[in-house]
């Protein structure tokens, strides 16, 4: 069973960099979803698609931030200029529809350090 | 405004006695609750749902009791172990609109004493 898949790991940076981070959904998970954890705090919510369509976005995903999911397969979160603000755990997750009762799963996160 | 609230910070138990982590919400609008388990360095593991129509869930060692009068959920772990020392996270699914999302608490960290 091959759960959801995230790279790089970790990532350091300097401020004002770009990032790009990648998610691998669960194979037939239609849904996926973008949080970000900092410390102390539980995961927030970024962003969410169904199938190649990006749903909703939080307040929390400034201009900054743009994601993607061509073909509704794997997606990317990007960063531009990054801020220290940024410094984060980005952690992705996927699920089929909820009213098959299926919960999100989550992949082990990229945390992002910005010097 | 914290709309899902874990009031305790950390919980120490004895193996094989019972933990209880506790949560409290504040939107009515929520369909569904669930817990996850998180150990570090890695991510949140899906552990117990509830519907919002329901008040209780069993799997196993896990309960989860739902108390909607009161906005209040709580996960029972019986009989506690080791390996269940973990940051544990109580969340709570909306959907609206076509979208859904999850919306968690800060977390409660168990730690069961062998």
């Known amino acids: 069973d091959t759960g959801v898949s995230q790279d790089p790991r970790h990532k350091i940076t300097k401020r004002g960099q770009n990032v790009t981070f990648r998610c691998d959904p669960i194979?037939?998970?239609?849904?996926l979803y973008w949080y970000r954890q900092t410390l102390g705090q539980g995961p927030e919510f970024l962003t969410y698609?169904?199938?190649?369509?990006?749903l909703e976005k939080s307040r929390l995903l400034s201009d900054r931030f743009s994601a993607e999911r061509p073909k509704g397969s794997f997606s990317t979160l990007e960063i531009q200029r990054t801020e220290q603000g940024d410094s984060a755990m980005y952690l992705c997750?996927?699920?089929?529809?909820w009213g098959a009762g299926q919960p999100q799963h989550f992949g082990d996160g990229t945390r992002l350090s910005i010097l | 405004d914290q709309q899902v609230k874990q009031n305790s910070p950390s919980l120490s138990v004895q193996e094989g006695r019972i933990s209880i982590l506790n949560c409290d919400y504040t939107n009515s609008m929520f369909d569904y609750f669930l817990w996850y388990k998180k150990y570090p360095a890695e991510g949140p593991t899906f552990l117990i749902s509830i519907s919002s129509i329901k008040d209780k869930n069993e799997d196993g060692r896990f309960t989860v009791f739902l108390n909607k009068s009161a906005k209040h959920l709580s996960l029972h772990i019986v009989p506690s172990q080791p390996g269940d020392s973990a940051v544990y996270f109580c969340a709570a699914l909306i959907t609206q609109g076509g979208s859904e999302k999850l919306v968690f608490g800060k977390g409660t960290k168990l730690t069961v004493n062998p």
């Open positions: 698609f169904q199938n190649e369509a990006q």
């Open positions: 997750a996927s699920s089929l529809a």
């Open positions: 194979s037939e998970h239609n849904r």
